[in-house]
């Protein structure tokens, strides 16, 4: 059973830097693609970044590249996010997940809150 536990979030001032984790457990997480999405206020789930099985290779959103890192350690089975240059419109529930399948919530973890506003 796939679970994924993110942390890290939080209320910011624009500019501002968060970093975002997510725990893996209960799959072969040195074996898999991983993606982070957000879902901001009344809007729908949104891909925001992702990375291969070795973190060798990243994607990113338009909306999010050279401000956003995503990263992985597979000894510890954990993803990050790193969040710098914070904008308003960044603020929503972020979440982790298994592979490209994110809009099933199987593959998802709870979220964590990021909230941009000064």
């Known amino acids: 059973e796939v679970q994924l536990v993110e942390s890290g979030g939080g209320s910011v001032q624009p500019g501002g830097s968060l970093r975002l984790s997510c725990a893996a457990s209960g799959f072969p997480f040195w074996n898999s693609y991983m993606s982070w999405v957000r879902q901001s206020p009344g809007k729908g789930l949104e891909w925001v970044s992702g990375?291969?099985?070795?973190?060798?290779?990243?994607y990113y959103a338009e909306s999010v590249e050279g401000r956003f890192t995503i990263s992985r350690d597979n000894v510890k089975n954990t993803l990050y996010l790193q969040l710098n240059s914070l904008k308003f419109e960044d603020t929503a529930i972020y979440y982790c997940?298994?592979?490209?399948?994110?809009?099933?919530?199987?593959?998802r973890g709870p979220g964590t809150q990021v909230t941009v506003s000064s």
């Open positions: 997940a298994k592979g490209v399948e994110y809009r099933n919530e199987s593959n």
């Open positions: 990375i291969d099985h070795i973190g060798k290779t990243t």
